[in-house]
């Protein structure tokens, strides 16, 4: 069958079933892992610390999830996604049970570790089933849909899990969401599998494997610059709204912009509708354009870039219109940061397309741990011994984002000119933007 005719089969009623599925224990884990951003405020009081302490717990738990993606990825291309998915959900259900009734900052941590040790495999077991059960040309936009889905865990956070946590209490709302956990590990036993072999028409077929060779080395499989590529890509993409969406966004926005915890939640409320809107605008862009991807991570760096600096150079706080632009345009990020998943796609090697998958997750989330412990540090330099800031500690903490940013892209430039080398070794030419237009090509 050509390529053509593949894309225009249509997927498996099953195909479809397994995708929600997937997409649902992501959910899960998405309330799992942002389920502290709306607790922030709460965990000071609760562990006594101050902006640094506050900080490790989202640090150690993002530093393990970003450390297992590697591991995570070589067990995927082992086990399947069926055991990672439900290994995943019950480890981070006893993290959150953990963290329901810890009272010191030690077992709070330790809570934290489990989380991210849970959270790891979830994502990128969930967006190779989405690559395995539809036709290469939807593989894309269903990736951005699956991050679609799985962000509206998000939202969950924003309110109900907010409001949860304000009428009944840190450890009663951390006992459901571990009981959540338990339900996703079920879920994923029963309607979660990989396509058998020649169950879809349209499957990219791989030649088998040859027993007698070995699969590629770790380093073999991290050596392709399209890889590296889609790491940087990663980096650029998600650290931003993640630094304000997991911990840092509500104390800002209360302390910093004098905004009610209401309106707080409802910033975060927009921050995760911008992200569902813009997944199938970015999928659609990456598909029809995968020549020139890496503009779309770079555009939206430099539009981030401004709103932040709209956002922290004035000394008064913003109107609640700019602060709802500011957030939309973070909002950008997470489907932004799920291009790196289609380069992952596009140059990983076929037996070690989890190994590659995971290192590009990594890139997001390392970002986030340096932003994350960045601004902490910087907070309590500015203002130590206290845990009131001001909106001058929130200016000149925040601004220390810049260095993340810096590095994305100088990273991104890097990786795409190497890559762009390959593709040329081996006969794709990616044709200048002018070019392009005079020939009537797609960009």
């Keep these: 069958m050509s390529a053509t005719a593949s894309v225009r089969v249509r997927p498996p009623a099953l195909a479809w079933v397994v995708f929600a599925c997937a997409a649902f224990i992501y959910f899960v884990a998405v309330v799992q892992r942002t389920a502290l951003g709306v607790a922030g405020v ?24 970003a450390a297992l993606q590697i591991p995570a990825g070589i067990l995927l291309d082992r086990i399947g996604p069926k055991a990672m998915l439900a290994a995943g959900s019950l480890i981070m259900g006893a993290g959150q049970l953990l963290l329901a009734y810890a009272d010191t900052l030690a077992w709070a941590l330790a809570a934290r570790i489990l989380i991210g040790a849970g959270d790891a495999p979830i994502f990128i077991a969930a967006t190779r089933l989405a690559s395995e059960w539809f036709p290469p040309r939807q593989a894309p936009v269903m990736v951005q849909i699956t991050g679609l889905l799985g962000q509206l865990g998000q939202l969950a956070t924003a309110v109900p899990v907010a409001l949860l946590l304000h009428e009944a209490g840190w450890s009663t709302t951390f006992t459901v969401l571990a009981t959540l956990g338990l339900v996703a590990a079920g879920l994923a036993m029963v309607r979660i599998r990989m396509p058998h072999p020649g169950e879809l028409p349209y499957a990219v077929a791989h030649p088998e ?15 392709p610059p399209g890889v590296r590529l889609a790491f940087w890509a990663h980096w650029t993409g998600l650290f931003s709204a993640n630094t304000v969406a997991l911990l840092w966004g509500v104390p800002f926005l209360i302390q910093g912009q004098g905004l009610s915890a209401a309106q707080a939640s409802g910033l975060l409320t927009a921050l995760v509708i911008t992200n ?67 380069f992952a796609r596009t140059f990983g090697m076929p037996r070690r397309l989890g190994t590659a998958t995971g290192f590009a997750n990594v890139g997001g989330f390392a970002a986030t741990v340096l932003s994350v412990a960045l601004v902490g540090a910087v907070l309590q330099w500015v203002a130590p011994g206290t845990s009131d800031y001001t909106l001058d500690d929130y200016r000149i903490a925040l601004a220390s984002l810049a260095l993340p940013f810096a590095m994305g892209i100088a990273g991104i430039l ?21 070019d392009a237009i005079a020939q009537g090509r797609r960009l």
Excluded: C, K, N
């Design 414 to 434: 890097w990786q795409r000119r190497r890559t762009r080398l390959v593709m040329a070794e081996a006969g794709v030419v990616v044709p200048s933007i002018r």
């Design 209 to 223: 494997p040859d027993p007698a060779v070995p699969a590629p080395s770790l380093r073999e499989s991290l050596r």
């Design 276 to 342: 569902l809107a813009a997944g199938p605008i970015v999928g659609t862009l990456t598909s029809r354009h995968p020549l020139r991807r890496s503009w779309l991570v770079l555009a939206y760096a430099g539009v981030a870039i401004t709103a932040w600096a709209a956002v922290l150079t004035p000394s008064t706080p913003r109107p609640l219109w700019q602060l709802l632009i500011w957030i939309m345009v973070l909002g950008f990020g997470g489907p932004v940061a799920l291009v790196a998943m289609d």
């Design 42 to 65: 709460e965990a000071l009081d609760r562990f006594g610390v101050e902006a640094l302490g506050l900080a490790s717990l989202s640090v150690v738990q993002i530093s393990v999830y």
